[in-house]
Nanobody
Framework: QVQLVASGGGVVPAGGSLRLSCAVS????????MGWYREAPGKQRRVVAW???????NYVDSVKGRFTISGDNAKNTVYLQMNDLKPEDTGVYYC??????????WGQGTQVTVSS
């Protein structure tokens, strides 16, 4: 059974930090094929950080230098360390496969709110 449970969100002032965690289980769901997605208010869900082929780590430009994706294979957990948070980082954060198929399961996200 697939489980994707994100946690660690909260309300922080601009410039603050949060560390998100995502517990992963399921046949196809391994830490090194996962990514973090953000659904900002009124916008589509987009990837912000992901593990690529060959062990590469990738970020969208808006979070480069501020966010760090990591994982613990033994715990089947993916993390997202977010520093120097900005109001535009506000949204619900999810973890999932990268790339994700349109019919893939989406688990529980975690709300991140950055106040200005």
């Amino acid at each position: 059974q697939v489980q994707l449970v994100a946690s660690g969100g909260g309300v922080v002032p601009a410039g603050g930090s949060l560390r998100l965690s995502c517990a992963v289980s399921g046949n196809r769901y391994r830490v090194n094929v996962m990514g973090w997605y953000r659904e900002a208010p009124g916008k589509q869900r987009r990837v912000v950080a992901w593990f690529g082929y060959g062990g590469t780590i990738n970020y969208v430009d808006s979070v480069k230098g501020r966010f760090t994706i990591s994982g613990d294979n033994a715990k089947n957990t993916v993390y997202l360390q977010m520093n120097d948070l900005k109001p535009e980082d506000t949204g619900v954060y999810y973890c999932n496969l990268y790339p994700v198929d349109p019919f893939d399961f989406w688990g529980q996200g975690t709300q991140v709110t950055v106040s200005s």
